[in-house]
């Protein structure tokens, strides 16, 4: 072995020693911000809160098949009889619901948004396939009185509601091949069912990702990120260093929650959130995870889930390609343990240090949605199975 490569190997020593020890050492500070509620073991699909502390979302069932349900802190967990979905619920009590998805295939749950397997930010899933026939799509408001009113998206069969704010305005997204590429189409119509911004009003192709209780959108149109704020389209450029952007989500402020990348072999999504103002402020990234920023409120509080890099991951980073490493990393590594975060001010923190330590749960792994009163709602593990929570902060705590 030459001198050469004797260095590289005591370097790469070095290194893995330093990775293991900073993996396996925590130094997190932990104080009670919130309570928690468990709301039933729940193998969640997708979740959403609303300002009255209201959660409405989908299930998982035996073999995949999916359930609609609804939660408050009157009435606990309803389920909400042959709805197999709630896409949305607005600080009215209403909820976006389906009664059957129909016979196309459906993509599989990551974010807002229908569209294929192949596409990320889908949210909906895949059809059963032991199904021999599935009745057409069918989509509901269900009215805080109870009623059930049919909704559709007349000349666009594929598409699925997705969003819904206070005034019923709804968000619709659909997926279609366009010259052996697949597109994600998006319209929005008002509570009557009329056209408020699509391809054909804007003039040029574009994807609408979100809209507020003002009636302000996020969108993307030729690989730009727009805001339009109830008079005419913002850009909303990139962060300096990064080639493309995206925007998740917004407030009803007009922030907007903006994952950004640098391109090229640069790994890891940047996270930052925009404002009308011009300004931007970076959400904490640590070097050592991947992070998914999910939801943003009016005072700037984000949330979402993040897993730390194993070693086998640093390894791979860094270039390492001696099979001895790797054997090493297997043995002296831990797996990723994904877990809820929550950002404050652009700092970030976990989720699983801001409960109390006998709560009884072993894991917080993903906070789904946050509304403006600071409540949480997410998954987690207790008592070794998949449970939906609610966290709710703790009157003058310093993280909420």
């Known amino acids: 072995m030459n001198r050469k490569n004797l260095f590289l190997s ?5 290194v893995l020693a330093a990775a293991i020890a900073l993996l396996l050492v925590t130094t997190s500070r932990h104080e009670v911000c919130y309570t928690i509620t468990d709301l039933g073991a729940l193998r969640l699909r997708d979740c959403e809160i609303n300002d009255k502390g209201q959660v409405a979302g989908t299930i998982y069932l035996q073999r995949q098949q999916k359930q609609a349900f609804i939660w408050d802190a009157t009435g606990g967990m309803r389920i909400l009889e042959g709805l197999v979905g709630a896409n949305d619920i607005n600080n009215r009590g209403e909820v976006l619901a389906v009664e059957s998805y129909g016979p196309q295939e459906l993509p599989t749950p990551v974010s807002r948004g229908p569209v294929p397997p192949s596409v990320r930010g889908a949210r909906h899933g895949a059809a059963d396939p032991s199904e021999t026939e599935t009745p057409p799509a069918k989509f509901l408001l269900l009215l805080a ?38 597109r994600i189409h998006s319209i929005l119509l008002d509570s009557l069912g009329a056209v408020i911004a699509s391809e054909q009003t804007l003039g040029r192709r574009m994807s609408i990702e979100d809209l507020n209780n003002s009636g302000h959108w996020v969108g993307m149109a030729s690989g730009e ?13 990139r962060p300096e260093g990064t080639e493309r952007v995206r925007p998740i989500t917004m407030n009803d402020r007009g922030q907007v929650l ?5 391109g090229g072999t640069s790994p890891g999504i940047r996270s930052s959130i925009w404002s009308p103002s011009g300004g931007r402020s970076e959400l904490e990234r640590p070097w050592n995870m991947v992070v998914d920023a999910r939801r943003v409120n009016d005072s700037g509080l984000v949330v979402g889930s ?10 791979e980073i860094w270039g390492i390609k001696w099979d001895w ?15 809820a975060l929550l ?19 072993e894991n917080l792994s ?6 403006d009163r600071g409540q949480i709602v997410g998954e987690g593990m207790k008592g070794g199975e998949a449970h939906a929570f609610l966290l709710t902060p703790v009157a003058g705590a310093e993280n909420n």
């Not at 990120?225 to 909303?236: K, S």
């Not at 903006?258 to 640098?262: H, K, L, M």
């Not at 054997?327 to 994904?338: K, M, S």
Request: charged share 30%.
């Open 10 to 14: 005591g370097l790469a020593l070095l």
């Open 145 to 182: 009185s109870g009623e059930r009113k049919e909704i559709a998206c007349p000349g666009w069969e594929k598409a699925f509601p997705v969003r819904l704010n206070d005034r019923a305005e709804t968000l619709w997204k659909w997926f279609e091949m366009d010259r052996n590429r697949g």
């Open 225 to 237: 990120a727009l805001l339009f704020d109830g008079r005419q389209t913002v850009p909303i450029g």
């Open 258 to 262: 903006v994952n950004s990348s640098a």
């Open 306 to 315: 993040g897993a730390r890099h194993n070693l086998g991951t640093w390894l």
């Open 325 to 339: 490493a790797y054997a090493l990393a297997d043995r002296l590594g831990r797996e990723r343990r994904r877990v």
């Open 343 to 361: 950002w404050k001010g652009g700092k970030l923190y976990d989720l699983n240090d801001l409960i109390p330590k006998d709560s009884g749960w």
């Open 366 to 371: 993903s906070a789904r949605d946050i509304n």
